[in-house]
């Protein structure tokens, strides 16, 4: 069984550019995480999905983050502008329901220069 | 949630268990505590998690005190490919929007030939 995918695994841009990430749950999770991952520091959530709906987005910068989880399935993950602080590795995670383990994806690494 | 506190690193010889200890004093009676490890460059990976009782898996095993204020996780024959960053976290069971694991530092276990 495949495990949570996400693309791309590295991203270089330049601030104040947009960048997109992406993540395919693993199949029939209903629950679907981003997390935001700094050197030497444990993830931190952004937003978790419950199928199609947002139910914990009070960590994500809505000012330049915005994320969104069409059909329940997989999910977009987008910065606009970039910022050199948002340097980082993003991570996706999914899970049957919010009260199961956690599956996470490999991470995206975000260099901003 | 109860916080918990870690050693930032360990070392273990291939071979031999290793002992991983977490304190969380301020546990309440409904908190579970989990363990999560993460290998370099690797999305976090479920270890075992546990309520009251000892608990054990595939992967490890989880020593909970009576007064539930630390615990220990244990890889009973660690190998090199356990050298990761592991995570204690304490975290409520019940659910709603504030439903989530909050990762610390973890400890970092290198295990050595």
């Known amino acids: ?113 | 949630d109860a916080k918990t506190t870690q050693p930032p690193s360990m070392d273990c010889a291939e071979g031999r268990a290793a002992n991983l200890p977490c304190n969380h004093s301020t546990i309440s009676g409904n908190e579970y505590v989990y363990w999560y490890r993460q290998i370099h460059s690797q999305g976090p990976q479920y270890i075992i998690h546990g309520l009251k009782n000892n608990e054990t898996n595939e992967m490890a095993s989880l020593i909970i005190t009576e007064d539930r204020k630390s615990s220990t996780l244990i890889l009973p024959h660690a190998t090199l490919r356990d050298t990761a960053v592991y995570y204690c976290i304490v975290h409520t069971g019940s659910g709603g929007s504030n439903y989530k694991l909050t990762f610390g530092k973890g400890t970092l276990l290198t295990v050595n030939p």
């Open chain 1, 1 to 113: 069984e495949a495990g949570v995918v996400q693309s791309p695994r590295y991203k270089i841009i330049e601030k104040k550019q947009p960048v997109a990430f992406w993540c395919n749950p693993i199949s029939g999770h209903n629950t679907l995480y981003w997390y935001l991952q700094n050197l030497g520091q444990g993830p931190e959530l952004l937003i978790r999905y419950e199928n199609e709906e947002a139910v914990d987005d009070s960590q994500l910068p809505k000012d330049r983050f915005s994320a969104e989880r069409l059909k329940g399935v997989d999910s977009t993950l987008k910065i606009q502008p970039a910022e050199l602080g948002d340097s980082a590795v993003y991570l996706c995670a999914s899970s049957l329901d919010y009260r199961d383990e956690q599956f996470f994806g490999p991470g995206t690494r975000l260099t901003v220069l």
